[in-house]
């Protein structure tokens, strides 16, 4: 089973920082090469919407919204992506969401896990 488990969700300012962490764990076996890890996002009343993604590769995407303000990064040696935040606005206040696509692993190969999700709030 995989397992992806957020931190770094907090209350902040508008105009503040955030970092959030995400690390990717496999039980009962070693994880082998992860395709794609994302941000996702999820504001109250709202549908679960894409932040940004890394590639295996490194190639970012990002949403419209957050362009500029924010940077996925991703550590391959520790299976870890990263989401810095900032000039963080009321409207990024959501639960946010890791995702990892195709994991392999040396007992099978997960197509799409989810995390928990870690709150940010954002004061204005």
């Known amino acids: 089973q995989v397992q992806l488990e957020e931190s770094g969700g907090d209350l902040a300012q508008a105009g503040g920082s955030l970092r959030l962490s995400c690390s990717c764990v496999a039980s009962g076996s070693i994880i082998i090469s992860i395709n794609t890890m994302a941000w996702y996002r999820q504001a109250p009343g709202k549908q679960r919407e894409l932040v940004a993604s890394i590639s295996s590769s490194g190639r970012a995407n990002y949403a419209d919204s957050v362009k500029g303000r924010f940077t996925i990064s991703r550590d391959n040696t520790k299976n870890m992506i990263y989401l810095q935040m900032s000039s963080l606005k009321p409207e990024d206040t959501a639960v946010y969401y890791c995702?990892?696509?195709?994991?392999?692993?040396?007992?099978?190969?997960?197509?799409?896990?989810w995390g928990q999700g870690t709150r940010v709030t954002v004061s204005s």
């Open positions: 995702s990892a696509r195709n994991v392999v692993t040396t007992s099978k190969i997960f197509q799409t896990s």
